[in-house]
């Protein structure tokens, strides 16, 4: 079955660290950059990050850049986030979204997301 | 940074109508532009790419035409599981940007 599965989420206090995972099957990850896609509480949806098929080419909204790392393991299938410094406007649902169209190159186009996990929380307290 | 807007806010149609929701970009995103729909406590759903063209498995009732900065996308006629939020996202330039939703409700 093509599915995404995050985890990971959780509740963390201000300045603190969480990492994110989002476990891919039924499909050539490698093949496929992905995103890190967050929606806070009754609100729109927010990109956060990407990373090529390869994962030798990132991008960073501007609001987590410097604060936020991506990066994905091939061999598990797995893609991660990496967060620290958190804030109370990192409070939310973080996905994890497949791109339509492959792309094994460093540095990939923007796509549209055909594939999206189920989601999972952080809540930042202060 | 290219900023989408979209507009309804709310959309009230009563079932069996038509719904038209529109998404505007403040520069051209040329033809890429794609359209989700999401339903309360669930994921995001692809419905429509390349401004008009639908998914897998999206019923021909989802339709969406425009080009440059004003898109629209229409629903011919609402079915109860149509009431839901919709988003627009460009994907011309980095970052990938969504617009802020509409809400599709019950007239």
């Known amino acids: 079955e093509v599915q995404l599965l995050e985890s990971g989420g959780g509740f963390v206090q201000f300045g603190g660290s969480l990492r994110l995972s989002c476990a891919a099957s039924g499909f050539t990850f490698s093949n496929y950059a992905m995103s890190w896609v967050r929606q806070a509480p009754g609100k729109g949806l927010e990109w956060v990050s990407a990373?090529?098929?390869?994962?030798?080419?990132?991008n960073y909204a501007d609001s987590v850049e410097g604060r936020f790392t991506i990066s994905r393991d091939n061999s598990k299938n797995t893609l991660y986030l990496q967060m620290i410094s958190l804030r109370d406007a990192d409070t939310a649902v973080y996905y994890c979204?497949?791109?339509?169209?492959?792309?094994?190159?460093?540095?990939?186009?923007?796509?549209?997301?055909?594939?999206w996990g189920q989601g999972t929380t952080v809540i930042v307290s202060s | 940074e290219i900023v989408m807007t979209q507009s309804p806010a709310t959309l009230s149609v009563s079932p069996g109508e038509r719904g038209t929701l529109s998404c505007r970009a403040s520069q051209s995103v040329s033809s890429n532009l794609a359209w989700y729909q999401q339903k309360p406590g669930q994921a995001p759903r692809l419905l429509i790419y390349?401004?008009?063209t639908r998914a897998t498995n999206i019923p021909a009732r989802f339709s969406g035409s425009g080009s440059g900065t004003e898109f629209t996308l229409t629903i011919s006629s609402l079915q109860s599981e149509d009431f839901a939020v919709y988003y627009c996202?460009?994907?011309?330039?980095?970052?990938?940007?969504f617009g802020q939703g509409t809400k599709v409700e019950i007239k």
């Open positions: 990373i090529s098929g390869g994962g030798d080419g990132t």
């Open positions: 979204a497949k791109d339509r169209v492959s792309c094994s190159s460093a540095t990939c186009y923007p796509d549209v997301f055909d594939l």
């Open positions: 390349g401004t008009s």
């Open positions: 996202q460009q994907y011309s330039k980095w970052p990938p940007a």
